[in-house]
């Protein structure tokens, strides 16, 4: 017997004002997978998972979450979710360990605190105050109080803006682990390889819909994946897409000997994405840089 998805999601829709925010998106996050929702800044993607938290309130569509509808659900349901939300600036003045450790005791089966401290990299934080911690530290926080009551489903958004590289990797193990627990996971990531190192489906949302989603190999269908070979001839610059790059090869071998700037081309899933939501890689590297400026303010 297949178990029900842990989250569905059917025409859904959300406007605020004149602003199409969510315009008919469909999702399904089975039970047990790690699913990526990917999409440029504007799609659509926090306010989606807000109402699958139930934080804010929809204008159309049917949602379920862990069989609930999250606009009517209580406490109880609730307690089977890990929301990682910012860290209030009320609570700036606890320390690392006094907020991991009260937060367990608002549930019924909680993460040993300190395991979770260890998991998230904070064990040499646990004695500094919450308004001390750099940015990516906050979030390692965050974090931890997501997942402390052992939840069913983690919503995460943006788990790892403004990790440094390290913190980023021990992060995915983490992730990871999760997974091996049987947790189910829904994070939304501006970060293609984040994406492509842990989630079992993308989807990737543009303008309020998603425009495609499948394994991460797989995202695009075949066309998009296949190799370009590509080469100069005497009449000038020649490309072929093909399943079979090396057939290709072989036959330009035996007409030319050694090809003319011969290159075999594999498309990574940032140019598949780009592609599905119809930017060019200059309009990506102008998003780094719209982020960067928001990171530092
Ligand atoms: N509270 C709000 N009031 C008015 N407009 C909003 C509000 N929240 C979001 N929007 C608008 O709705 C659209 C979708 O925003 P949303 O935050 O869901 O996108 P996102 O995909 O999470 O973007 P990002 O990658 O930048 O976090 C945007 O055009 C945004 O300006």
Do not use: C
């Not at 803006?161 to 829904?186: C, E, K, M, N, V």
Request: hydrophobic share 40%; proline share 4%.
């Amino acid at each position: 017997m297949t178990s029900a998805p842990a989250v569905e999601v059917s025409a859904l829709r959300k406007a605020y004002g004149h602003k199409k925010a969510v315009d008919g998106l469909d999702l399904v996050v089975e039970q047990g997978e790690i699913l990526a929702v990917l999409g440029p800044n504007g799609a659509g993607k926090t306010t989606t998972v807000e109402i699958l938290e139930g934080f804010r309130h929809r204008d159309a569509g049917d949602v379920r979450v862990l069989g609930e509808d999250p606009a009517t659900a209580g406490r109880a349901w609730r307690s089977r979710l890990g929301v990682v939300l910012q860290t209030t600036n009320d609570l700036a003045e606890a320390t690392v360990g006094e907020l991991v450790h009260h937060f367990a005791q608002y549930y019924p089966d909680a993460r040993d605190a300190d395991e979770v401290i260890d998991a998230v990299g904070l064990r040499e934080k646990v004695g500094t105050r919450s308004r001390q911690l750099s940015g990516g530290q906050r979030r390692r926080l965050d974090v931890a109080l997501g997942i402390v009551g052992r939840p069913e489903l983690v919503f995460l958004d943006e788990p790892t803006t403004g990790f440094d590289p390290q913190a980023r990797r021990s992060f995915w193990d983490l992730i990871a682990r999760l997974r091996d627990d049987g947790t189910t996971i829904l994070l939304t990531t501006h970060y293609l390889e984040e994406a492509e190192h842990l989630a079992d489906r993308v989807v990737v949302v543009n303008e309020g819909k998603v425009v495609a989603q499948g394994a991460p190999a797989d995202l695009g269908g075949r066309t998009a994946r296949q190799a370009l070979v590509r080469w100069t001839a005497a009449d000038g610059p020649h490309e072929e897409r093909t399943d079979t790059p090396t057939a290709v090869v072989q036959r330009l071998a035996q007409t030319y000997g050694e090809v003319p700037a011969l290159q075999v081309l594999r498309p990574t899933l940032e140019d598949v994405y780009l592609a599905l939501i119809g930017r060019t890689s200059g309009d990506a590297d102008q998003d780094a840089a719209t982020e960067t400026t928001e990171d530092a303010r």
